[in-house]
């Protein structure tokens, strides 16, 4: 039986939306997919219903309405894995960002080695980029130490998006109490699963930028990070329980 379903949220990723599909299934372990599309004008939601014919029972689709963020696709993958009966759930980009040959690593580290959280780092062991430009390589690590140092989280890559949770993780945190939609979500599931003494641990990983397609990184989604990690930490102080 196939226990770990690999979410992957999608907004005009037809160049490489198919790759990426294949690419998972080839590997030794089986996992199954779920794509979130948010109504991408591209095409990206038809061509998964076409491959899902030549991968029934692997491959779903869900389609929403309009361009609602990634931490609302992906709350939506999750109570729709909850509701399947998976055991792990991964978060994953369509770009190839994330190496699929990764995944049974991740699977590994929850299923045989205890973890709670896997989360495919880029900085465990230094910084493991590729592509990006130093200004944006900068960014982001500087980003992690702000979050460790607001929250206290003793995880080195706090914004990472490559993640594997075992289902009681997602059924412990109120997924409705969710607030951030852009990739201060990343940061807000990491933490409720700390609050939550869960087991968190960093497997490194090479992030190799996109090649295809472009990037969804926006001014307005670093404003959120940056922001909502205080209010965030500040609301823990004063309520642990409801974070």
């Known amino acids: 039986m196939v226990n770990g379903i690999i979410i992957i949220p999608t907004f005009n990723e037809i160049e490489n939306i198919e790759r990426i599909i294949r690419n998972v299934f080839s590997q030794r372990r ?12 591209d095409g990206t939601a038809t061509r998964v219903s076409t ?9 779903f689709l869900e389609e929403r309405v309009g361009k609602q963020g990634l931490g609302t696709a992906y709350i939506h993958g999750f109570k729709w894995a909850l ?11 369509a770009d190839f960002s994330h190496n699929p040959n990764d995944l049974i690593r991740l699977y590994n580290t929850c299923k045989r080695d ?3 959280v896997a989360i495919g780092s880029r900085y465990i062991t230094g910084v493991n980029v590729i592509n990006w430009p130093m200004n ?3 960014m982001s690590w500087l980003a992690s130490r702000y979050v460790r ?3 206290g989280m003793d995880i080195q890559d706090t ?5 594997c949770y075992k289902r009681k993780v997602l ?16 940061i807000e599931m990491k933490f409720k699963a700390h609050l939550r003494n869960f087991k968190i641990v960093e497997v490194p990983v090479i992030f190799t930028d996109r090649t295809r397609g472009t990037s969804k990184m926006s001014g307005s989604i670093i404003s959120e990070a940056v922001f909502g990690v205080i209010k965030m930490k500040l609301k823990s102080l004063f309520n642990r329980k409801k974070v």
């Open 30 to 41: 089986k996992f199954h997919i779920l794509v979130v599309d948010d109504n991408s004008p």
């Open 51 to 59: 491959l899902k014919a030549e991968f029934p029972d692997r491959l």
């Open 83 to 93: 509701k399947k009966q998976y055991e792990y759930i991964f978060e994953m980009d």
């Open 114 to 116: 205890g973890a709670d």
């Open 136 to 138: 944006r390589v900068l």
């Open 149 to 151: 140092f607001v929250t």
């Open 159 to 163: 914004t990472a998006g490559f993640v």
């Open 171 to 186: 059924e412990a945190i109120d997924l409705d109490r969710i607030q951030f939609i852009g990739y201060a979500f990343q």
